[in-house]
């Protein structure tokens, strides 16, 4: 970006999270233990999440990040905008980090927009390549966010199976759709615009969230999806069209994504679908995956 000359883009810090921030949607005894075991040099997790002491300062920033970016899309001080912070946080949950993910960056940035903010409806959209399974878990019984996550079927965690609609009063409000091995823009884009934002639309989200990971790019080590830089410029495209016609502002999350050339190239090229530099192009329903989605959805809401 910095190549480019940040361009479209107002650049800013990401400010820390303080304590109450990261306990809208975290336990107490988490936050303690993550601060204790990085001020005690940190340590291991689990089978691949590892803190060190600078990992809890890390932390706090890319949660405030998410954080400020809520409040300046809420205050109408932009309506696009992209945090590109580290570690990311999908996989965070109430009570535990896992994942790569220390705390669930999107899902307190969410809660804060709801508590602090004033908002009712927002939809947070998970187009990384594993499940979210932390914000998924934080919002289950919720009505007032829409969860939808696209991911490939099988990897890490395991979560996410097609029939998990929420529960409670969260019932329908969530969507998993698990893709095959190997699906491409085809598969990727036409369950979001065949089931996911027609939903979205139902919904009405005074606010779009986005957990941006980039690892189902074919070239990604940690997954085996087929997606290019131009499948991702389109599902911004059509998240961008969806939202401006509801007057939502869209906010971006980097999550996963471990060829930094990849994104290098994909996060610009989301910035600018979302900066409104592409139009989104149609795609017919995919036969296979978005039928299966939109039966399972259909229960929920008209599709």
């Known amino acids: 970006m910095e190549r480019l000359g940040w361009p479209g883009c107002e650049i800013r810090d990401a400010p820390a999270a303080v304590e109450r921030e990261l306990e809208l949607v975290h336990a107490t005894e ?14 291991q997790i689990d089978a691949d999440t590892y803190v060190v002491e600078a990992s809890y ?16 899309l809420v205050r109408g001080e932009a ?20 994942g790569f993910c220390v705390f669930n960056n999107i899902a ?21 390549v594993h499940h979210g399974n932390g914000t998924a878990e934080i919002f289950r019984h919720r009505s007032d966010i829409l969860f939808a996550s696209i991911h490939q079927l099988g990897l ?25 091995t190997g699906s491409d823009e085809e598969v990727w884009v036409s369950v979001l615009e065949h089931v996911i934002l027609p939903v979205a639309l139902q919904f009405g989200p005074q606010l779009v969230l986005i957990s941006a990971g980039f690892d189902a790019h074919r070239d990604d ?16 495209c059509h998240v961008r069209e969806m939202a401006s016609s509801l007057d939502a502002p869209i906010g971006a999350v980097l999550e996963g994504g471990y060829d ?14 979302l900066d409104g530099h592409s139009r989104a192009e149609s795609i017919a329903p995919d036969r296979l995956v978005t039928s299966r989605v939109a039966a399972h959805v259909a229960h929920f809401w008209s599709l």
Not at 30 to 42: E, P
Not at 57 to 72: D, F, I, K, P, Q
Not at 109 to 121: P, Q, T, V
């Open 30 to 43: 988490h936050v303690s233990a993550i601060k204790k075991l990085c001020a005690t040099g940190g340590g």
């Open 57 to 72: 300062t890390a932390a706090l920033h890319s949660a405030g990040g998410a954080c400020e970016m809520v409040r300046a």
């Open 79 to 98: 309506s696009r905008a992209f945090c590109v912070t580290r570690p990311a946080g999908h996989h965070a949950e109430r009570g535990r980090a896992g």
């Open 108 to 128: 307190i940035a969410a809660e804060l927009a709801i508590r602090d903010l004033g908002l009712e409806r927002i939809l947070i959209l998970d187009w990384d």
């Open 156 to 180: 890490f965690p395991g979560t996410g199976a097609i029939a998990d609609a929420g529960s409670g009063d969260g019932l329908g409000y969530t969507i998993n759709v698990p893709v095959p």
């Open 221 to 236: 080590p940690l997954a085996d999806c087929l997606l290019e830089a131009n499948s991702f410029t389109q599902m911004a």
């Open 260 to 273: 930094p050339s990849v994104l290098a190239e994909c996060v610009p090229a989301t910035i600018a679908a």
